[in-house]
């Protein structure tokens, strides 16, 4: 505890109340771990996925990067997804945005930081197929929260497209993916609609979507 000593501090306090509110919880927790739920969201660290939507740890599976991406070459998304899915028997993976995400917000803007600007790249591809309905916006606000919304559509798709996803279904596993967007203005959720529940619902759910959105 030479560094850091007020994190330690807070742990010990944590750990101690976690303890007196459920006696043996920790204990039980080191046994097993068995979420229903992957959470795919951002780094952002002002979205902490477990409190968000009140669950205690190990109920909630979870991976993160910049802006919530999901892509097809990306072995560290991809190794927790099948984790997730074919060891935990996971029966929900959520991709969950943020409103005024910093990611979206720079790639939007061009703006520059080195390596990572290679990682925004995705989200460009996503602002470029949906540059008709992004341009008739003219307050940036406002566009850059649709372009949150669609990126988490189109990265819902990139799961349910993913061989992991897929052979599940095939194999008649229940597992339902999910799109929601997180306020950071007052801390709830929004669901953007996005349920698939097997590989026949993803196109249909997704052009439903998209169409909402843009008729909005």
């Not at 920790?26 to 992957?38: A, I």
């Not at 940036?140 to 372009?147: C, F, L, P, S, T």
């Not at 990126?151 to 897929?166: F, G, Y």
């Amino acid at each position: 505890m030479k560094f850091l000593p007020n994190l330690f501090a807070n742990n010990v306090q944590w750990a101690q109340q976690v303890e007196e509110q459920e006696p043996g919880f920790f204990k039980s927790l080191s046994e097993q771990q068995n979420p229903d739920y992957l959470w795919i969201g951002c780094a952002d660290s002002r979205v902490p996925a477990n409190e968000i939507v009140g669950l205690k740890p190990g109920e909630l599976f979870v991976h993160r990067n910049v802006a919530n991406c999901v892509v097809h070459t990306d072995l560290n998304c991809l190794s927790v997804i099948q984790y997730a899915v074919e060891v935990l028997k996971v029966k929900h993976i959520i991709v969950t945005g943020h409103y005024n995400c910093g990611g979206i917000n720079s790639a939007m803007n061009n703006a520059k930081f080195g390596l990572v600007d290679n990682w925004l790249r995705h989200i460009k591809d996503v602002q470029h197929k949906h540059s008709e309905h992004l341009n008739t916006f003219t307050d940036a606000g406002a566009k850059q929260d649709r372009m949150t919304e669609l990126h988490v559509i189109e990265q819902v798709m990139n799961v349910a497209h993913t061989s992991i996803v897929q052979d599940a279904w095939a194999r008649g596993q229940e597992l339902r993916l999910h799109g929601w967007v997180y306020h950071l203005s007052d801390g709830k959720l929004r669901d953007l609609d996005t349920c698939i529940a097997n590989a026949e619902e993803a196109v249909p759910m997704y052009k439903r979507a998209i169409e909402k959105l843009t008729n909005a």
